[in-house]
């Protein structure tokens, strides 16, 4: 099993910058892939940045200000900069086993007022 518990949430204005943190713990599967997603309030949960073998990957709207990072073999991190009030949601980590399935945390709410 692999837990996850996410943090750096909170409440910020418009412009202003985030860092959200995935916290790994439990055993250590190959991981084919390690994501942020959110949910908007009153939407779907949505892609917002992916790591896998390829590199990394973006949903447009975080495109060139989000940044996606594997900071050391217990934490994925996901830099916010410029926020908007459409980012507001609550942020999820994922990550993908090749045999375990995948692992969601309980997600960090982020907040962005105009």
């Known amino acids: 099993q692999v837990q996850l518990v996410e943090s750096g949430g909170g409440l910020v204005q418009a412009g202003g910058s985030l860092r959200l943190s995935c916290a790994i713990s439990?055993?250590?599967?190959?991981?084919?892939?390690m994501g942020w997603y959110r949910q908007p309030p009153g939407k779907q949960r949505e892609l917002v940045a992916i790591?896998?073998?390829?590199?990394a990957d973006y949903a447009d709207s975080a495109k060139g200000r989000f940044v996606i990072s594997r900071d050391n073999a217990k934490t994925l991190s996901l830099q916010m900069n410029n926020l908007k009030p459409e980012d507001t949601a609550v942020y999820y980590c994922?990550?993908?086993?090749?045999?375990?399935?995948?692992?969601w945390g309980k997600g960090t709410l982020v907040t962005v007022s105009s």
């Open positions: 790591l896998n073998g390829g590199g």
């Open positions: 994922n990550v993908e086993t090749l045999l375990a399935g995948d692992f």
């Open positions: 439990g055993s250590s599967p190959s991981f084919t892939a």
